[in-house]
């Protein structure tokens, strides 16, 4: 099975940059999403990260160590409208030729002014 | 209408009803999922179909029963469900490649379930 852990909730100043981290164990790694979700809302893709090293995408980046096994996500220029759960999910070989993606609980990050 | 589509957006129920979720996807993609998402737990993956063939099944109750007519619809038949399935359930698709790696998922926008 898989082990995934983030911080439960975070609170950050508007403007500001924040980092949410992200710890997994698992067999057969095969890529870590952060996803993105609105209180009510469907969860959005933010990033993809399969090998070591930084993603960048605007505002936000991701960062994956694969031998740590260890993600973040960081949000630069911090908005009101950053205000959400996000999600980190793990894609791992399950085997006979498939994949699984699991999500972790969430970060439920307040931008506040 | 584009994306992932979820009707209804909202259902209470009785345990001893029978009701439908429906969801239908216009991005052309060859899998779909279901999700369970309960507060303060995780998402949890409930079916998959590729192809229209259901690939995964994670030990769900059969009071959950899926149906895959095409690859754009999927259905979660439900019936004599019990208050501790109430939750959100989300749709998703996404676009599996041959190699069986399988792209980012897009998601609807659920459907609340309440179960009395």
């Known amino acids: 099975g898989q082990n995934i852990d983030q911080p439960t909730e975070m609170t950050a100043t508007e403007g500001a940059i924040v980092q949410i981290n992200c710890t997994y164990q698992t067999s057969g790694f095969n890529g870590l999403f952060w996803y993105q979700q609105h209180a009510g809302e469907a969860p959005t893709f933010l990033s993809y990260n399969v090998l070591d090293g930084l993603e960048e995408k605007g505002r936000f980046s991701s960062f994956l160590s694969r031998s740590k096994g260890y993600s973040y996500l960081l949000l630069k220029e911090l908005q009101m409208k950053d205000s959400a759960s996000y999600l980190c999910?793990?894609?791992?070989?399950?085997?006979?030729?498939?994949?699984?993606?699991?999500f972790g609980k969430g970060t439920k990050l307040s931008v506040i002014p | 209408e584009t994306g992932v589509t979820q009707t209804p957006r909202h259902l209470v129920m009785g345990m001893t009803n029978k009701k439908s979720l429906k969801c239908e996807q216009h991005?052309?993609?060859?899998?779909m999922y279901w999700y369970k998402q309960s507060a303060k737990k995780p998402l949890e993956l409930m079916f998959v179909?590729?192809?229209?063939?259901?690939?995964e099944n994670n030990s769900v109750p059969s009071r959950f029963s899926p149906e895959c007519p095409n690859s754009s619809h999927l259905f979660l038949h439900l019936h004599t469900l019990q208050p501790e399935d109430s939750a959100l359930y989300l749709c998703a698709s996404s676009q599996e490649k041959t190699s069986g790696v399988r792209s980012e998922q897009f998601f609807g926008p659920g459907t609340r379930l309440t179960v009395l």
């Open positions: 991005l052309g993609h060859n899998a």
């Open positions: 179909y590729n192809f229209k063939e259901q690939t």
């Open positions: 999910a793990v894609r791992a070989y399950s085997g006979a030729g498939s994949y699984q993606l699991t």
